[in-house]
């Protein structure tokens, strides 16, 4: 199984940015489709974004309606590490971040779709 580290979270001003990094190991991430959840409190955790593992065809992006066009997923074979980066940052957008994986590649994910998980990263936007 591929464990997972976030980092990066923080408390930034509205409309800053903040890049996530989720550092693997014990498993090749390029492998795994990846994907990002936030957790406010008292809410459940939601989908923010996700990339399917490597395959020839093409890789996959896929984000939630309310990060669309303001943070971007991607990952860093060399590395083993995955990333988010968030611009344009909202108070909406606070929440504790976590990262996970899972071997299936999806066509849309939900927190059950996915076997791995970091123990998360605050991030905190203030008005």
């Known amino acids: 199984q591929v464990q997972l580290v976030e980092s990066g979270g923080g408390l930034v001003q509205a409309g800053g940015s903040l890049r996530l990094s989720c550092a693997a190991s014990?498993?090749?991430?390029?492998?795994?489709?990846m994907g990002w959840f936030r957790q406010a409190p008292g809410k459940e955790r939601e989908f923010v974004a996700a990339?399917?593992?490597?395959?020839?065809?093409?890789?996959?992006?896929s984000y939630a309606d309310s990060v669309k066009g303001r943070f971007t997923i991607s990952r860093d074979n060399t590395k083993n590490t995955g990333y988010l980066q968030m611009n344009s940052l909202k108070p909406e957008d606070t929440a504790v971040y976590y990262c996970a994986a899972d071997p299936s590649s999806r066509d849309s994910y939900s927190t059950r779709d996915f076997g791995s998980w970091g123990q998360g990263t605050q991030v905190t936007v203030s008005s």
């Open positions: 990339i399917s593992a490597f395959s020839w065809s093409g890789i996959r992006t």
């Open positions: 014990g498993r090749t991430l390029s492998r795994y489709a």
